[in-house]
Structures are given as C-alpha cells and as structure tokens.
C-alpha cells in the first residue's frame, strides 16, 4: 500500500509499504477519505511537541472495514465506519479523575493518510462508530475536530443568549462558532480571511469581523458589545500566543476564556495580572477530546448540524498531499480531502 510519512519539517514521502495486518481486538480500515487538519499543517511546517520525525502522518480519516481481528464481535468486513485518533488508558489516576484528556497513556492513532489504516484495539473499543447510510464518508472524516470542539464546548459556561467571540474561522473555530449557535449564543466570530469569515456567516453567527489592517483588536471586539464590557465568553482557535494574549482583554468583567488552538513550543503567555485578578477572570486551557465528546460529536454529525460541503472544497489523490496541505495552510480553504483508489 501507499502511505505517507513526515521525515521532516516540510518533507513528506509518499512510500510503499506492507499492508498492515489486524491482530487481536484491532481493525484494518480500507481508507476512504482523509482530511487535512490545522495541526497536520503545523506538523508539517514547523513539527510538533509531541512527535518526532520520521512517523506515518495523519489522523482524520474515514472508510471501510477490511478486517476484524478476533474479539472484534460487533464490526465486519465490509462495515462503513468513522474513526477517532485516540484512545485513553482509563485506569490511571487522570482517567479515574473525570479528566481522560490528561491521561498518562493516551494512545494516538497516527497515518490516516494512508491506503489502508491499523486501528488499535483500545480504539475500536472506544471510539469507532459504524455509520448510517446518510452519513458520507467526507462527513464522517470530520468527527476528530468536531470532538475536539465539543469537549471545549462542554468546557464554556455559555448560557442562552451569552455573547460569545470566537477568534479564528478555520475548521476548529467555525465548529465551535456552530456549537454555540446551537447554545443559543450570540456569536461574533473575528479572522483574518474573508472567506472563512463568509462560512461563519452560514453556520448562523450574529456577526463576523475581519481584523485586516485593525490596530486595536481588542477595541474592534468590544464595540459592538453593551457599553464596550467585551464578551461574555473568549474562544481563541488560532494557536497563535498573540491571539491567546488579546482573548484574555476581550472578555468582560467575570467573563470566561478558553485558550483551545495550541501554540508553537516554547511560547510564553503573559497576562496582565492586574487585569485577571480584578476583572476575576476566569482563563481556561482544553485539550484534545474524550470519549464522551467523541460520542456526542458523532452524533451531531448523524444529526447534521454541520455539512461537509462547508468545510471540505477540495479533493486531491495522495501523491498530492503536500498541495493540499499548502492550499489548507493558505486559507484559501477551510479543509481539502485526500481520495483512495481503492476506496
């Protein structure tokens, strides 16, 4: 089979390898559909905290089971399925503390982009879903971010009617852009790129603001809030420390900030604590997702609250990988897919 595998910042080699054979408890999924992730852009540009090159690359993906291996009773050969990229320990001292996103042994699921994937048996167990007819492959592949904003969601004290500002329209952001929709938030999204700005707009949000050219973003976000007070909520998506500092000032007075997009090693936040403390503010970090937003995550995607159309545009074969991630990184897009012959 073809897999792709990161040898270092901004090498990618698509190589042949054995197809992988499924053990006890695992699946191999005959891949469908692979779409590109912010992170996998960051990965791809200036590596990752938690990776070291070379490793198999990917990890949003979605398609069709090729084998189940023994003690796999509930899935079969020939099952369409959506797959998570992670899996915790559930028994260390985090998993038994409610906080399985901290686990010590978290098992990650890496090179979705490949012909075929190995899915770990502590990930069937979790975290696979056999999909309904309705559910597109395209769709299902966008269950790891969606997660991923559920669990940042489930971590946001938003009430009906909140004002919540969300600051990035890449994927990430617009689904938490859409989630707080549904609260029944009034939300401002902020971005940099119109186009990304104009699909926050048709997931329903109150207002967009492009931060093109503006001096005083802080100022920007607080104009059209009651009195200037800022938000009642902050939901930074961008993984820039820049942006995690200016969230922090848009939130109101006991107001509530969610640093979720992870930025580059070695930054430093630094925070006015003059600020913190008398505006008792309440400033939030939330990583990755657990099994519980997984489920409620895929969910909502059989329930169609969101639409693969808004946030996939293009398809590329994976000899392409590197355009459709270049094109990813752009934001000419909001996310571009990878297509298998075999699929």
Known sequence: MLQAVLFDQRDIRIIETPVPEVG??????????????GTDVKNYKRGYPLLKP???????????????GRGVTWLSEGDRVAVHNSAP???????????????????????????YVRVPARIVRQNVFVLPPDVSHRRAALMEPLACAVYGIQNCPIGLGDLVVVNGAGPIG?????????????????????????VAARLGVWKTLNLTGVDDQVAAV?????????????????????????????ARKGGFVLLFGGAKAGSRLTVDATLLHYSQLTVKGVFHATPLAVSEAFR????????????????????????ALLEHASGKVIKNCITYENG
């Open 89 to 115: 320990c559930g028994h260390c001292y985090w998993c038994k503390h409610g906080q399985p996103s901290m686990c010590e042994d978290l098992l990650f699921l890496r090179g979705a982009y490949a012909e």
């Open 222 to 250: 607080r104009e059209p809030t009651e009195g200037g007070r800022g938000a009642d909520v902050v939901i930074e998506a961008t993984g820039l420390i820049d942006v995690w500092e200016t969230s922090v000032s848009m």
């Open 174 to 198: 617009l689904m938490f852009a859409r989630l707080a929709v549904l609260r029944g938030a009034q939300v401002l999204v902020t971005d940099l790129v119109q186009g990304r700005l104009d």
């Open 54 to 68: 070379p490793h198999p690359f990917g990890h949003e993906f979605s398609g069709v089971v090729a084998a189940a």
């Open 24 to 37: 006890d408890g695992e699946i191999i999924v005959r891949n469908v559909v692979s779409t590109t992730c």
């Open 300 to 323: 909502l995607l059989c329930m169609g609250v969101i639409s693969e159309d808004d946030f996939v545009q293009n398809e590329y074969p994976l000899a392409r990988l590197e355009e």
